[in-house]
């Protein structure tokens, strides 16, 4: 089993820049994909990016060159560096950790005013 905890998140201004982190209850080097989703009100939970167990990353198109994914291995993290936000990035935020089942995290909100 893995508990993931999800931090970071908040209001800013579009334009502006905010870190999102994700504290997995074991160690994430032998989880598979490690990633991060958001679900906009009305809307369906999306892919944002993922990383991979040997280090591989994946952006959405919409996100791409704006988003970038890290971890810390020793630290058992995973980040969500996020510039240049636009208002339509607003949505709350989940971690994910994929091994053999799926875990979530309880999300964080991230509202980019205009």
């Known amino acids: 089993q893995v508990q993931l905890v999800e931090s970071g998140g908040g209001l800013v201004q579009a334009g502006g820049s905010l870190r999102l982190s994700c504290v997995a209850s074991?160690?994430?080097?032998?989880?598979?994909?490690m990633g991060w989703y958001r679900q906009a009100p009305g809307k369906e939970r999306e892919s944002v990016a993922y990383i991979t167990s040997n280090g591989n990353t994946n952006y959405a198109d919409s996100v791409k060159g704006r988003f970038t994914i890290s971890r810390d291995i020793v630290q058992n993290t995973v980040y969500l560096q996020m510039k240049n936000l636009k208002p339509e990035d607003t949505a709350v935020y989940y971690c994910?950790?994929?091994?053999?089942?799926?875990?979530w995290g309880q999300g964080t909100q991230v509202t980019v005013s205009s």
């Open positions: 994910n950790a994929m091994t053999t089942l799926n875990y």
């Open positions: 074991r160690s994430i080097f032998s989880i598979n994909v």
